[in-house]
């Protein structure tokens, strides 16, 4: 079973650059069966979707998010990963990583447990 | 691109039938079969409980369907239980590869 786990700092400061990881275990993230995504939930408040990654390195972007947002694949880490740069308050968030099956790659169906970003100096 | 609409709460009594409206436009919700509904319960990673406007996952309940009427989609749960008290949040894909999400609705079992 397709599990997932997100890790990086907690605390980042304005201006400085937010990366998070993502690390896949039960499954390869090689695999054509998956595409894996990044999605954050401003405290209390709704969910929005950052962005996805299929294995080969294609990358979607939430078009708000775009200017200052990559994710990419490590293969041989079995991991994915978010950076975001120019943080400010508004990218404080739990930040979840999620998989979707290739075939209905809109429909996330596994998610990791979430972690906490706070911008602060 | 903006955030579908979603009434902010619904509230019912166990089971009964509750119905969450998610509105989007011609240029989401309106032109594609793809839209997701998940619950989220406190603290909690959301759950994914439809997909493709009506499909459920393997293993989850036929008390909850999804339908879709032009910009506007709905999760029905029927036979309402204690347990379904959560946050709903509809998605849809919004074209050019991006996905949308609604703000949200609470659920509330009376």
């Known amino acids: 079973q397709l599990q997932l786990q997100e890790s990086g700092p907690g605390l980042v400061k304005p201006s400085e650059t937010l990366s998070l990881t993502c690390t896949v275990s039960?499954?390869?993230?090689?695999?054509?069966?998956?595409?894996w995504g990044w999605i954050r939930q401003p405290p209390g408040q709704g969910l929005e979707w950052i962005g996805n990654i299929y294995y080969s390195g294609t990358t979607y972007y939430s078009p708000s998010l775009k200017s200052r947002l990559t994710i990419s694949v490590d293969t041989s880490k079995n991991h994915f990963s978010l950076r975001l740069t120019s943080v400010t308050a508004a990218d404080t968030a739990v930040y979840y990583c999620a998989s979707s099956a290739s075939w209905a790659p809109d429909a996330f169906d596994i998610w990791g447990q979430g972690t906490m970003v706070t911008v602060s100096s | 691109q903006s955030a579908l609409t979603q009434p902010a709460s619904v509230s019912g009594s166990p089971g009964q039938s509750i119905t969450i409206s998610c509105t989007g436009t011609?240029?989401?919700?309106?032109?594609?079969?793809?839209v997701s509904w998940y619950q989220q319960h406190p603290g909690k990673a959301p759950k994914l409980m439809i997909y493709e406007v009506s499909k459920r996952p393997s293993g989850l309940s036929n008390r909850f369907s999804g339908s879709k009427s032009g910009n506007t989609a709905s999760l029905t749960i029927s036979g309402l239980q204690a347990e379904d008290e959560a946050d709903y949040y509809c998605?849809?894909?919004?074209?050019?590869?991006?996905?949308?999400f609604g703000g949200g609705t609470k659920l509330t079992v009376l």
């Open positions: 998605c849809s894909y919004a074209g050019s590869y991006t996905l949308v």
């Open positions: 011609s240029s989401d919700v309106g032109s594609y079969n793809l």
């Open positions: 039960g499954g390869s993230i090689s695999s054509s069966n998956y595409y």
